[in-house]
Structure formats: C-alpha cells, structure tokens
C-alpha cells in the first residue's frame, strides 16, 4: 500500500507517534517559546526529519485543537525546504494559534520559527546524537 495520491506531502519529514519520542525531545532537546508556539527540536542522526504536533485541552475544544494542528502543519509544510535534515522537531500549540489566519502563522513560522529552529540545531555538538 504506497501513499495516497492526493494533498500535498512534506518532503523528507515523518510523523512522530511514540510517547517515549516525545518525552525525549523535551527532556534533551531544545526549545523556543512564542506567543503561538512552543518548539522543541533535537538531532535524531536519521537522513529525514521527524515532526510532531501536539495541542492540549488548554487551547479549547475537539474543533479549536485539530485547527491548531492543521495551521502547524501548513505552516511546517512551507517552511520544511529551509529545515536541516536529520532532525526531531516538536511544535506545542499554544492558545493564540487559533484566533489568526493561517497566512500569519505560516509568516511567523517563515520568519521566526525557521531561524529558531536552525539557530537551536546548531547548538548541538556535532556527531551522533545519543539516543
């Protein structure tokens, strides 16, 4: 079974699922918070790069927390070319990501949240990452 032949595909990303990921990319990644975001990222040593979304009770209900994701992603979707390879990156929705356009977060995310993500993974010591 290949994927579907419709939308739109990020590039070199995959979805990450496993909580054990995501408790490792808080703990030993590192993160920028924004006023509509918190994001976490951390060398994974992988040819691709790993995204995950999450959005808690926090930010409203069912309706509010899946458009929420669905700005994120948009906005990762254009931005993902400007990425290094090889990363996990984790992006918290924070409330005020559902009261603007999708055309605001997508220039936030161009303008802060690409050099953000850059300006962390550089932080790293280079080599493999320890798992």
């Not at 030993?28 to 999450?54: M, Q, W």
């Not at 929420?68 to 918290?92: H, Q, S, T, W």
């Amino acid at each position: 079974m290949g994927k579907p032949t419709y939308g739109v595909f990020m590039l070199y990303t995959e979805i990450l699922n496993d909580n054990k990921d995501f408790l490792a990319i808080y703990r030993k990644g590192k993160f920028s918070a924004s006023k509509y975001s918190v994001i976490y990222v951390r060398p994974n040593g992988r040819p691709f790069n790993r995204l995950g979304i999450t959005a808690g009770k926090k930010i409203g209900n069912a309706v509010h927390r899946n458009r929420a994701k669905r700005l994120i992603r948009l906005a990762y979707r254009f931005c993902e070319a400007e990425l290094p390879v090889g990363i996990d990156v984790v992006i918290v929705a924070r409330a005020a990501v559902c009261e603007i356009k999708s055309q605001e977060y997508c220039a936030y995310m161009k303008k802060y949240g690409v050099s953000d993500i850059n300006r962390m993974f550089r932080s790293f010591p280079p080599g493999k990452p320890k798992k």
